[in-house]
């Protein structure tokens, strides 16, 4: 596979420290031509879950040969190996604890490296900033067609994360919140296909906390100014709105809550 010399980055950094933009720097000093596309920095701390999804959503849109970098990384330092995964189409870098999983399930003719072949790193190596010393020069060096089989031996054992599914229970579908966008949604892990199944020729009744919504919008403003609103949306995943208001603000719960709320879908006839 030829790189694009695309890398993309998605961390639990902000972007009030010089974190996300000492990792660009240590890949432009290795390749000056690369490309770096911020997927986004504001996740949760640690949040492994968070993370994951969020790069299953974004990279299929990607010209094939993309680099992925995540760095979502609370055991940095410790036993947990740095990664790299090859499925053929893209390359994605970080820690071993999950925050692929999604990607390796999915594809079952990919490769996985341990990264063990420290030319491809920084000089000196932290304990606490892999970001920085190994995955972002691992990247930087991919995007200059550095042969990811050279970057250490192929593992079978990678760590898998169990995500919650949704699960009926009776005639209640239940589901949770997997993250909050900058809009206030409520993005859940009901995907369309888990959605329409259950429904049937029912009418939804969606409960999240206090807040509950009656039928399936198509679009936001389907819904007045303040209302609220069940959509698929275009994560193809069941999301709870507000139009022109923000369906996070009231549920009732305190906003560290909310990831991991439980959704709760009935149906009437």
């Given at each position: 596979m030829k790189?694009?010399?695309?890398?993309?980055?998605?961390?639990?950094?902000?972007?009030?420290?010089?974190?996300?933009?000492v990792m660009k720097g240590v890949i432009l000093s290795i390749n000056p031509e690369a490309r770096i596309i911020d997927i986004s920095h504001q996740l949760k701390a640690g949040a492994i879950s968070q993370a994951s999804t969020l790069i299953q959503e974004a990279y299929p849109f990607f010209p094939e040969g993309t680099i992925h970098v995540a760095v979502v990384d609370p055991g940095v330092g410790g036993d947990r190996r740095p990664i790299l995964i090859n499925i053929q189409t893209h390359l994605f870098v970080g820690p071993d604890n999950g925050i692929f999983w999604p990607?390796?399930?999915s594809h079952g003719h990919r490769k996985i490296v341990h990264l063990t072949e420290n030319r491809y790193f920084l000089p000196q190596v932290s304990h606490t900033f892999h970001g920085r010393d190994i995955f972002a020069p691992v990247a930087a060096h991919l995007s200059r067609g550095a042969d990811p089989m050279e970057m250490g031996p192929v593992i079978n054992d990678p760590v898998p994360f169990e995500f919650q599914t949704p699960q009926r229970s009776g005639d209640v579908l239940l589901g949770q919140?997997?993250?909050?966008?900058?809009?206030?949604?409520?993005i859940t892990n009901i995907q369309r296909k888990?959605?329409?199944q259950f429904l049937g020729p029912g009418r939804p009744v969606i409960k999240a906390g206090q807040l509950k919504v009656e039928g399936l919008s198509k679009t936001y403003g389907q819904a007045l100014a303040?209302?609220?609103?069940?959509?698929?949306?275009?994560s193809d995943c069941l999301e709870i709105a507000v139009n022109l208001g923000r369906a996070c603000d009231v549920?009732?719960?305190?906003?560290?809550?909310?990831?991991?709320?439980?959704i709760e879908v009935s149906r009437v006839y």
């Amino acid at each position: 596979m030829k790189t694009s010399g695309i890398v993309t980055l998605t961390t639990d950094f902000g972007l009030r420290d010089p974190y996300v933009g000492v990792m660009k720097g240590v890949i432009l000093s290795i390749n000056p031509e690369a490309r770096i596309i911020d997927i986004s920095h504001q996740l949760k701390a640690g949040a492994i879950s968070q993370a994951s999804t969020l790069i299953q959503e974004a990279y299929p849109f990607f010209p094939e040969g993309t680099i992925h970098v995540a760095v979502v990384d609370p055991g940095v330092g410790g036993d947990r190996r740095p990664i790299l995964i090859n499925i053929q189409t893209h390359l994605f870098v970080g820690p071993d604890n999950g925050i692929f999983w999604p990607v390796i399930k999915s594809h079952g003719h990919r490769k996985i490296v341990h990264l063990t072949e420290n030319r491809y790193f920084l000089p000196q190596v932290s304990h606490t900033f892999h970001g920085r010393d190994i995955f972002a020069p691992v990247a930087a060096h991919l995007s200059r067609g550095a042969d990811p089989m050279e970057m250490g031996p192929v593992i079978n054992d990678p760590v898998p994360f169990e995500f919650q599914t949704p699960q009926r229970s009776g005639d209640v579908l239940l589901g949770q919140v997997m993250r909050v966008d900058h809009f206030g949604n409520l993005i859940t892990n009901i995907q369309r296909k888990q959605f329409e199944q259950f429904l049937g020729p029912g009418r939804p009744v969606i409960k999240a906390g206090q807040l509950k919504v009656e039928g399936l919008s198509k679009t936001y403003g389907q819904a007045l100014a303040g209302e609220a609103l069940a959509l698929i949306g275009s994560s193809d995943c069941l999301e709870i709105a507000v139009n022109l208001g923000r369906a996070c603000d009231v549920t009732g719960m305190n906003s560290e809550d909310i990831t991991g709320m439980a959704i709760e879908v009935s149906r009437v006839y």
